[in-house]
């Protein structure tokens, strides 16, 4: 067995936090979340003795815990909905270019980039941000954006039909997120 660096029996306490945070922005439920968790734990207990070492106990939990949501999708994927607004990608984009494809709005200066992502305030108003997205497109920014999933597979697990129409929605999904976060934390800064 390859030497860990904190047993299993520490593992609720040393990593459930973060397991629990990184379910929770994934799913949007608490209880779906608590079980995805419980899961990866049990995943991880029994697959102990496979555990290389060549990364961190966490590291190891947070990638078990990455397969386990994406099971999650693949099971519930008849459950995802379309998008549940009714703004078309062009209403969206419409109010903000002009007719030659200028910005109409005052573009908010974002600062450094590295400042926001180890700022705790930040992280909030980003989840925040995020959950007020319609699920799809949250889901969509998460497996392809932060963990990086290809092109085809968020489409079978989103119930995207074509590689344009996931595009298109992430696109909107950005400008969105965009729109938020200008709001409710870059202007604050």
């Known amino acids: ?16 936090d973060l397991l629990y945070r990184y379910a929770l922005i994934r799913v949007r439920s608490e209880a779906t979340a608590e079980d995805l968790v419980q899961e990866t734990l049990l995943a991880g207990l029994q697959g102990l003795d496979r555990f290389t070492g060549q990364s ?24 995802i909905t379309t998008l549940n607004d009714d703004e078309t990608a062009e209403e969206v984009l419409a109010y903000q270019f002009d007719q030659q494809g200028n910005w109409k ?27 007020r997205l319609p699920q ?28 344009n129409q996931l595009w298109v929605t992430l696109s909107r999904t950005r400008v969105k997120l965009r729109l938020c ?4 934390w870059f202007s604050k800064e």
Request: glycine share 6%; net charge negative; hydrophobic share 35%.
């Open 136 to 163: 799809r497109m949250a889901d969509l920014l998460l497996l392809r954006t932060v963990d990086g999933l290809e092109t085809e597979e968020c489409c079978a697990l989103l119930g995207f039909e074509t590689d």
């Open 56 to 79: 961190t106990v966490r590291t190891w939990l947070v990638g078990i815990l990455k397969h386990k949501i994406i099971d999650h999708f693949r099971k519930n994927r008849h459950e």
């Open 1 to 16: 067995m390859a030497q860990t660096d904190t047993s299993p029996e520490n593992w609720l306490k040393d990593y459930g």
């Open 181 to 184: 976060l200008e709001k409710n």
């Open 105 to 131: 709005i005052n573009l908010i200066e974002w600062g450094t980039p590295e400042k926001s992502m180890n700022d705790k305030q930040f992280w909030i108003a980003f989840n925040d941000c995020l959950s």
